[in-house]
């Protein structure tokens, strides 16, 4: 069974760039999460995509966007990109909707510097 | 409104410890999921437990176990006889039961390290 993976591992980008990070989901997860990781803080809930609609969002701006595909994986979308946005970005999948009974498996992350 | 503190930043203990990972929580939902997770310095959050606010059984996996409270909002995580391998960014986060997705609130984490 193959796990969540992510891409690239590393990315510099310069202030009002656009950048798009790639998720590929557990086989068999329907359910894709994002999240924001910045410098010794906890994740935060970007947003989840269930059968390629967003069905949650937390409190990013619209200029985080997202899609999900038939094969289920998965890209996030940053215009503008300002220096504040430098973070990990975690992709999580999971196999039932992803209500809060879904185990959510985490991919590696993206470590993304804005400069 | 939701919130999670992990008021230990980072804790050191020597191997075979026992360890205690502190955690209270915030939430003015009446149903909420609890939730433990490692994140070794490869990156990836590897998920430990969830607990319903309906269940306030402490549980005891091997080595972990947790304490759930829910007169004081807390839920605790401890580690017995600690190792090298338990060394890592541990976060508690929590999610309410009334959307139909994983709203999910993390703390700030606790960096434990498992000194041999």
């Known amino acids: 069974e193959t796990g969540v993976t992510q891409s690239p591992t590393h990315l510099i980008k310069t202030r009002g760039q656009q950048v798009t990070l790639r998720c590929s989901s557990q086989s068999g997860h329907n359910t894709v999460s994002w999240y924001q990781q910045a410098l010794g803080q906890g994740p935060q809930f970007i947003f989840q995509?269930?059968?390629?609609?967003?069905?949650g969002r937390g409190n990013f701006p619209p200029r985080f966007s997202g899609l999900q595909f038939p094969n289920y994986s998965s890209e996030l979308n940053v215009n503008a990109l300002e220096l504040d946005d430098s973070a990990l970005y975690l992709c999580a999948s999971s196999s039932k909707s992803g209500a809060p009974t879904d185990t959510q498996y985490f991919g590696p992350g993206t470590r993304l510097t804005v400069l | 409104a939701q919130k999670v503190t992990q008021a230990q930043t980072e804790i050191s203990v020597v191997e075979k410890e026992d360890v205690t990972l502190d955690c209270v929580y915030e939430?003015?939902?009446?149903?909420?999921?609890l939730f433990w997770y490692k994140q070794p310095p490869s990156g990836e959050l590897v998920f430990l437990i969830r607990?319903?606010?309906?269940?306030?059984q402490n549980e005891i996996s091997g080595r972990y176990s947790w304490n759930f409270q829910k007169s004081t909002s807390s839920f605790n995580f401890t580690i017995t006889a600690s190792q090298v391998v338990d060394s890592a960014v541990y976060f508690c986060?929590?999610?309410?039961?009334?959307?139909?997705?994983?709203?999910?609130?993390f703390g700030t984490g606790t960096k434990l390290q498992v000194i041999p």
């Open positions: 995509y269930y059968r390629e609609e967003e069905n």
């Open positions: 986060a929590l999610s309410p039961n009334s959307v139909g997705y994983q709203k999910v609130t």
């Open positions: 939430t003015r939902d009446t149903t909420y999921y």
């Open positions: 607990r319903n606010s309906f269940d306030e």
